[in-house]
C-alpha cells in the first residue's frame, strides 16, 4: 500500500500543484478492508520479469496472485515488486450494484509531467490495467466502469492524453469537475441569515429530533447535486444509515462536522459537511455534502452554512487550516457558495464511463 499511495499522491500532486494534495495509507487500508457500503479491491501490473515471483503467491478468487493488503513489506508484499502501475476498484453495495467504480496510478517513470503526451509503455501499461478492471467487473457482475482523472489547472477536463486514451477504449467523459482550497476563517461569521440558528454536530451524532431532516438532506444531496450524464441511483439516507456511517467512522478512526442551519420550528433547511479521514495532515480537511432544501434555495442559507461549519473546524479541530472542495463546473450555486468564502481553484477533474453490456448474476 505504501507504493500506491506514495504514486498517487505524487500524480495528485503534480496535477494539482499542491504537496498536500494527498491520500494516507490508512486510507487505503480501510478502504480495502471493506464495509456494508463499498467492496474493494487493489490490482498491480508486474513486468514480465517479476512474473515467476508472483506465481509463487496464493491465487485471490478473482484468478490473480494475491498480496493481502494488511502483510508488511517483505519479500511477498508490494514493497517487493516494482510495479508498473495500479487499478484501485471500489464496489457499491448499498445502491449502484451495476457500477464499479475505480482509479488508475502509474509507476513514477511512466507519470508525464503537465502537458507532455504519454509513453508507448504507459499506454500499454493503461491498456492493460483497463483489461484487468473489465475482467473483474465482469465476475462481479457489474456493467457500468467508472472512473475520474485529474487535470492540471489551465487544462480544460475532459482534454490531455489520458483522455484520448479513455476515448480509445470505449470510455464516454460524463462529468467535469473543479478541486478548490479554502481557508479556515480566523472568526465567526457575524449573524446566521435572519430566522435561523446555528447547530454544529460531530461524528454524525444526530439529536433525535433532527434525524428525519439530516437523512432528508443527504438524501435530497444524492439527487440534486450535479452529477453530469454519470449513471447514479439516489442514495436512501435514513436513521439505521446515518448510524452505519457514525459507526464505520468510529471503525476507521475519522472525524465528521455538519453545520445545520435550523429555523424558528426546529426543521434543518441547509447542511455542509467537512470529513477528516485518519492518517491524514491534521491541518487538511475535505468538505462532503453542502445541500439546501428543495424551497429553501437561493437565499444564502448554503454559504452561511459553509461559512459556519469553516468556522465551528477553528474550534473543533484546531489544527485544521484548509479545507479541499470539488464542484461539477455546472453546479452554479456550489461555485456561487466558494466564490463568496474565497476559494482557490487549484486542479480540475473528469469523470468517465464505458458500458460492458447486459448485466449478469451475482
Do not use: C
Not at 482523472?149 to 483522455?163: F, S
Not at 477504449?169 to 457575524?190: F, I, W
Not at 434525524?211 to 442514495?235: K, N
Not at 424558528?264 to 445541500?291: C, K, M, N, Y
Request: charged share 20%.
Amino acid at each position: 500500500m505504501l507504493t500506491f499511495a506514495f504514486l498517487a499522491n505524487l500524480a495528485a500532486q503534480e496535477a494539482s500543484g499542491d504537496p498536500a494534495a494527498s491520500i494516507s495509507v490508512e486510507r487505503v487500508t480501510h478502504r480495502l478492508a471493506g464495509s456494508a457500503e463499498s467492496d474493494s479491491v487493489m490490482l498491480g501490473l508486474l513486468p514480465t520479469a517479476d512474473a515467476a515471483a508472483a506465481d509463487a503467491l496464493p491465487m485471490s478468487p478473482l484468478g490473480y496472485p494475491l498480496i493481502p493488503s494488511t502483510q508488511p513489506a517483505d519479500a511477498t508484499a508490494d514493497g517487493f515488486f516494482d510495479f508498473l502501475g495500479f487499478v484501485h476498484i471500489s464496489l457499491p453495495q448499498l445502491e449502484e450494484r451495476h457500477i464499479l467504480e475505480f482509479e488508475i496510478v502509474l509507476d513514477a517513470d511512466l507519470q508525464p509531467l503537465p502537458g507532455e503526451d504519454l509513453s508507448p509503455e504507459a499506454r500499454d501499461t493503461i491498456a492493460a490495467l483497463l483489461s484487468g478492471v473489465e475482467h473483474v467487473a465482469r465476475l462481479r457482475g457489474r456493467s457500468v466502469l467508472q472512473l475520474s482523472i485529474m487535470h492540471p489547472a489551465g487544462q480544460r477536463p475532459g482534454t490531455g492524453a489520458m483522455a484520448e486514451v479513455l476515448r480509445g477504449h470505449g470510455y464516454r467523459a460524463g462529468l467535469a469537475e473543479m478541486q478548490s482550497v479554502l481557508t479556515v476563517p480566523e472568526h465567526d461569521p457575524t449573524d446566521p441569515p435572519a430566522g435561523y440558528r446555528v447547530q454544529i454536530l460531530e461524528d454524525y451524532r444526530v439529536p433525535p429530533e433532527l434525524i428525519d431532516d439530516v437523512a432528508a438532506l443527504f438524501t435530497t444531496a444524492s439527487t440534486d447535486v450535479p452529477h453530469g450524464t454519470m449513471s447514479t441511483e439516489p442514495a436512501r439516507w435514513d436513521a439505521r444509515r446515518l448510524a452505519d456511517a457514525a459507526a464505520r467512522l468510529h471503525d476507521r478512526g475519522g472525524r465528521q462536522l455538519m453545520a445545520l442551519l435550523i429555523d424558528p420550528g426546529g426543521e434543518a433547511h441547509a447542511l455542509s459537511e467537512f470529513l477528516w479521514h485518519a492518517g491524514s495532515r491534521p491541518d487538511v480537511v475535505e468538505q462532503g455534502a453542502t445541500i439546501v432544501a428543495r424551497g429553501r434555495r437561493r437565499r444564502g442559507l448554503g454559504t452561511a452554512a459553509t461559512h459556519w461549519g469553516l468556522a465551528a473546524l477553528r474550534t473543533a479541530w484546531p489544527d485544521a487550516e484548509r479545507v479541499y472542495s470539488s464542484e461539477a463546473t455546472d453546479d452554479p450555486a456550489m461555485a456561487a457558495i466558494l466564490t463568496a468564502l474565497g476559494a482557490t481553484p487549484i486542479s480540475g477533474s473528469s469523470s468517465w464511463e464505458k458500458t460492458l453490456g447486459e448485466k449478469t448474476v451475482d
